[in-house]
């Protein structure tokens, strides 16, 4: 069974590839000169059952248009059965219609992908696990939780505290603490103005002088409010501070800013490319995960 990538994650595809003993299939990827997706399939004979992997990053709508053209030029070419990798789900965290004339738009993205023959779709950390519901076939939301896990049980010890950025991640901040040994957990009392946007931070509910400081979160976009968590840390005296997040959206400066805060360590997961490089910035990847998933009955 052949691994097909479009172009948003090759590298992670690759990985895939290899844990599965198997190897890339062959894509010529271009542009017309119109700017419009141009794909070709460059394997005579695929297979009945293929793998495609291709995270929904930016640019968000390139990558998913890319994704179903591969997907139809594989089912042409004899494909029944197409296994969906989508590491990172876009347009997940549109999953509500906040006011009439809105769309439902992860709904819309869902029943799009459904325009292929799935076998079944493979994700990780859904921003919100209630979109699984808009599809027909199997999907597996897999989660950073047990990557983050065995990872971090080798770095923590009793001077190790898990520090909730805000209110809306204390119950997986409480569970993570809880996996790594019952460590002692901390929130931080944030609030967001619903004109401006701007993140103020009120204080935390526990000390946190001369403790190792650990936060985690699903996701990174504008890295204002880990920053700004981190600053306040900083401030009440956190001898270092680390955070794990699975997915790397990284927009409007968001390294340069993390590069400048008190941050000592960012671990973050190859669900997206990696586009930025920094002695901060640290990788563990998901690919033998998504290996043994794509193997595993849904």
């Known amino acids: 069974m052949l691994v097909f990538s479009g172009s948003s994650n ?48 930016h640019p968000t709508d390139r990558h998913l ?62 921003h919100n696990p209630g979109i699984i519901k808009f599809f027909k076939c199997p999907v597996m939301n897999m989660s950073g939780r047990r990557l983050f896990n065995n990872f971090f049980k080798k770095r923590v010890d009793s001077r190790t505290m898990v520090v909730a950025p805000d209110k809306g991640s204390q119950n997986s901040i409480k569970r993570f603490a809880q996996d790594l040994g019952g460590l002692a957990v901390a929130l931080i009392d944030k609030e967001r103005s619903l004109v401006t946007g701007k993140i103020t931070l009120k204080g935390i509910d526990q000390p946190v002088k001369g403790m190792k400081v650990l936060m985690k979160d699903d996701l990174i976009a504008t890295g204002d409010t880990l920053t700004e968590a981190a600053g306040l840390l900083h401030q009440q005296g956190a001898k ?59």
């Not at 997706?37 to 005579?44: D, G, L, P, S, T």
């Not at 890319?66 to 347009?91: N, S, T």
């Not at 965290?93 to 006011?99: A, H, T």
Request: with cysteine; glycine share 4%; charged share 25%.
């Open 240 to 298: 270092s501070i680390e955070i794990c997040a699975t997915h790397h959206l990284f927009v409007n400066g968001v390294q340069k800013k993390i590069d400048q805060s008190p941050i000592d360590k960012l671990w973050i997961t190859d669900t997206v490319k990696l586009k930025s490089r920094s002695a901060k910035l640290a990788v563990l990847s998901v690919a033998d995960r998504i290996a043994w998933a794509i193997k595993t009955r849904a």
């Open 10 to 57: 090759q590298p992670l595809a690759r990985k895939i590839a290899r844990s599965l003993k198997t190897r890339l299939g062959k894509i010529e990827l271009s542009r017309f000169p119109n700017d419009e997706a141009r794909v070709y399939i460059k394997e005579n004979d695929p297979g009945s059952r293929a793998v495609l992997v291709q995270s929904l990053s």
């Open 65 to 126: 248009l890319e994704l179903m053209l591969i997907g139809d030029a594989l089912a042409r070419l004899g494909v029944k059965k197409i296994i969906l990798v989508i590491p990172w789900f876009g347009y997940s965290k549109q999953d509500k219609v906040f006011r009439p004339g809105e769309p439902l738009s992860s709904q819309v993205v869902a029943k799009i992908l459904q325009l292929l023959p799935l076998e079944k779709v493979i994700t990780y950390d859904l």
